[in-house]
Structure formats: C-alpha cells, structure tokens
C-alpha cells in the first residue's frame, strides 16, 4: 500500500484521422461501464499497423481530439505518442502515462480501449505481455467484425486472459475512412464528427484529395515500428 489515491483512466488511442461521434460515443460508454474517472485520447503519430495511411498531419488531428472532446471534463488529450522522437511503442506510451501519474502522487489504474477488430492484430504488437501487465485492455464490438473468442484469447495471452474485458457497445457503424470518403466525394458529414470537427476539416481543406488512403505531403511521416 502507498498510501497515494488510485485513479481508474482509460486511454483511447488511434489515428483520429479525422476524430468522430463513434470514437466518442465508445470512450464515453467505457468510462461508464468501467467506472473510469477520466478517459485519455492518445493520437498516434504515423501508425506502424498503417503505414503510409495516415492523411491529416498530426497537429491537424491533435487539434481536432481537442475540438472534440472540449465540452467533457471526464475526456482529456495526450500527446505523448506525437511528441516523442522513434518508435512509438503503445506500451511505452502507457508506461509514460503511468509516470506521469505517480509524479502527480496517483497509483493509476489503466485501462487501454481496443476495437475487437484491433484485438486480432494485439498478439503482433510490440511486447504484447508487457503491454498487459502495465494495464488492462477494454474491447468494444466492430461492425463487421466477430467478438472475440475466448478460448484464443486465452491461448494467445495464456496467464493474462483475465486482463482483457468485454464491452457491450455502443455499436456505431461510423468509421474514419467512411467519413474521409464522403469528405473527398463532397457529401455532408454533418452528425458525423462534432460540428466543431466539421468546422475545423472545412476550414482547413482536410481531406478532399481523391487520394483519401495517401498520405498529405505536409504529413511529413516519421519511421515508426509496431504498436
């Protein structure tokens, strides 16, 4: 026992490229079900699981998490993963909010929101196991995507299996690319994205290149590895 308060935090990672209703709707929806006191959002830099798939430079997407998270004191933004030069390692980047909270004299409780469709590709990420020990992992239903079965979980996390959780919803068959699609194809994207959001992709031309999968040439990607 340190004697120090424990603080339950979700943290909510992803291109946000561009950051919508559904990315909300599922922090919100976890931090519920969970009882999280606050959810971070964690954009990434260039994603090792995405190369070359990222269209809006990171400042451009930092700026729209904040857009879009401003009117929920429980949400709060991180910019660990844009911040830091190399690889950027998801279990680095929980271990460097970890820190950051027993500096501020918190035993944190992290838990770490994951799509079943990102679960599959979780046993290829960067030291899975030492990903697991330094939190728990939240996992919310894909359209399109199965749930997760449990006995290969337990086969490919055998020891942890009881560190992943299950969520049920919110199923919102909104994505990133479909919203990037309809941008670049001149469809509204109202009720989409928060209308700060819209605001700010209009504002700043993001995202009405054909080319919605390329990446912008002022993206300037930085070499990264596996998450």
Not at 61 to 81: C, H, P, Q, Y
Request: proline share 10%; charged share 20%.
């Amino acid at each position: 026992m340190t004697g120090r308060p424990v603080v339950r935090i979700g943290i909510m990672g992803g291109t946000f490229d561009p950051v919508h209703l559904g990315h909300l709707a599922i922090a919100e929806a976890a931090r519920e079900s969970l009882d999280l006191e606050r959810v971070v959002f964690l954009p990434a830099g260039v994603p090792p699981h995405k190369p070359g798939a990222v269209t809006a430079p990171a400042e451009d997407r930092v700026a729209m998490v904040r857009l879009a998270i401003a009117g929920n004191a429980t949400f709060e933004l991180s910019r660990v993963d844009v911040d830091r030069p190399g690889p950027s390692y998801t279990a680095d980047s929980v271990r460097l909010i970890a820190e950051a909270e027993r500096t501020a004299g918190r035993d944190p409780d992290l838990v770490l929101i994951m799509s079943a469709e990102t679960l599959a590709g979780l046993p290829d990420w960067h030291e899975p196991t030492r990903l697991l020990a330094a939190c728990r992992v939240a996992v919310v239903p894909r359209e399109g995507h199965p749930a997760p079965d449990l006995a290969w979980i337990a086969a490919q996390f055998p020891g942890q299996a009881n560190r992943i959780v299950m969520l049920d919803g919110p199923r919102l068959g909104i994505s990133s690319t479909g919203v990037r699609e309809r941008i670049a194809t001149g469809r509204s994207i109202r009720y989409l994205v928060p209308d700060a959001v819209e605001r700010y992709i209009a504002d700043h031309g993001l995202y009405r290149s054909a080319s919605i999968g390329g990446t912008s040439p002022s993206a300037r990607p930085r070499p990264r590895s596996a998450p």
